[in-house]
């Protein structure tokens, strides 16, 4: 008796669950050509420093995607289940710790990463069905966030039958178009070669920032140690000048490596 009456709860949570709430506004933006990296490119310069997500089908896609942002200027990492887990971990940090702000990805990223603040979803490839369209949506507008997705459509696709059809067009030439120098995030994160099993706590590499590194309270960002190694973030424009200081310098006595991640 109880069995049907379960069922019927779970299945109106689950429908509940994926709707796309209102506080996400979900747009199509038009390529003229079958290949839409360069309506990428220009959505992205129309968002400028907003962070951004870009689902894309295949491993191979990440890559391509992202090789071509980069050399476009952008701050990009790529995500995919080809990669191992220490250049995942360090794509993640780049990314989470504001250190790049446009993650290429595979559906692989679509659950299970608890990544806040993302401003937009950027469907590149169309999702295979409703499920991953919905959480692809799901990484923008967390808790009572306002978020935007944007569905990039070649001359030849259309929207699939489980997306809304009246979505508005979304016109990045129409767009205030940043400068690359207006697109480039705030922080750039640094690689450690040493982590927990050395002893190494985040008041050791916030210290050995300030100190030797020469950087205030507020040009330190997220930091995150790892058994074998750690990352912080620092102020972009202060890169430079904080690698001449901490140059052969030893972090709690130990000489190790400290480099820009890539």
């Given at each position: 008796?109880?069995?049907?009456?379960?069922?019927?709860?779970?299945?109106?949570?689950?429908?509940?669950?994926?709707?796309?709430?209102?506080?996400?506004?979900?747009?199509?933006?038009?390529s003229?050509?079958?290949?839409?990296?360069?309506?990428?490119?220009?959505?992205?310069?129309?968002?400028?420093q907003?962070?951004?997500?870009?689902?894309?089908?295949?491993r191979?896609?990440?890559?391509?995607?992202?090789?071509?942002?980069?050399?476009?200027?952008?701050?990009?990492?790529?995500?995919?289940?080809?990669m191992?887990?220490?250049?995942?971990?360090?794509?993640?940090?780049?990314?989470?710790?504001?250190?790049?702000n446009?993650?290429?990805?595979?559906?692989?990223?679509?659950?299970?990463?608890?990544?806040?603040?993302?401003?937009?979803?950027?469907?590149?490839?169309?999702?295979?069905?409703?499920?991953?369209?919905?959480?692809?949506?799901?990484?923008?507008?967390?808790?009572?966030?306002?978020?935007?997705a944007?569905?990039?459509?070649?001359?030849?696709?259309y929207?699939?039958?489980?997306?809304?059809?009246?979505?508005?067009?979304?016109?990045?030439?129409?767009?205030?178009?940043?400068?690359?120098?207006?697109?480039?995030p705030?922080?750039?994160s640094?690689?450690?070669?040493?982590g927990?099993?050395?002893?190494?706590?985040?008041?050791?590499?916030?210290?050995?920032?300030?100190k030797?590194?020469g950087l205030?309270?507020d040009?330190v960002?997220?930091?995150?140690?790892?058994?074998?190694?750690?990352?912080?973030?620092?102020?972009?424009?202060?890169?430079?000048?904080v690698m001449?200081?901490?140059?052969?310098?030893?972090?709690?006595?130990?000489?190790?490596?400290?480099?820009?991640?890539?």
């Open positions: 008796f109880m069995g049907p009456a379960l069922d019927a709860h779970k299945l109106n949570f689950i429908e509940e669950e994926e709707q796309i709430p209102e506080r996400i506004e979900v747009h199509v933006v038009r003229k050509v079958k290949d839409k990296l360069e309506c990428l490119a220009s959505l992205l310069m129309s968002l400028g907003e962070s951004s997500v870009i689902f894309v089908g295949f191979e896609s990440v890559d391509r995607t992202a090789k071509y942002l980069t050399q476009q200027g952008f701050a990009v990492s790529a995500f995919h289940g080809g191992d887990q220490p250049n995942r971990e360090r794509a993640l940090f780049r990314f989470t710790s504001g250190a790049c446009i993650m290429v990805c595979t559906d692989l990223a679509s659950r299970g990463l608890d990544i806040p603040e993302i401003n937009n979803v950027i469907q590149y490839h169309l999702p295979l069905d409703e499920q991953a369209y919905v959480h692809r949506n799901g990484r923008t507008a967390r808790w009572d966030a306002q978020g935007k944007f569905i990039l459509l070649g001359p030849e696709e929207l699939p039958e489980f997306v809304a059809q009246d979505l508005p067009t979304y016109e990045p030439s129409k767009q205030k178009q940043h400068t690359l120098a207006e697109c480039q705030k922080w750039e640094l690689y450690i070669g040493r927990k099993k050395d002893k190494l706590s985040k008041g050791d590499i916030a210290g050995f920032m300030l030797i590194g205030e309270r040009e960002g997220r930091i995150e140690v790892r058994d074998h190694c750690a990352y912080v973030s620092i102020r972009r424009s202060r890169v430079k000048e001449l200081r901490i140059k052969g310098q030893k972090i709690k006595g130990m000489k190790t490596i400290i480099e820009p991640t890539r």
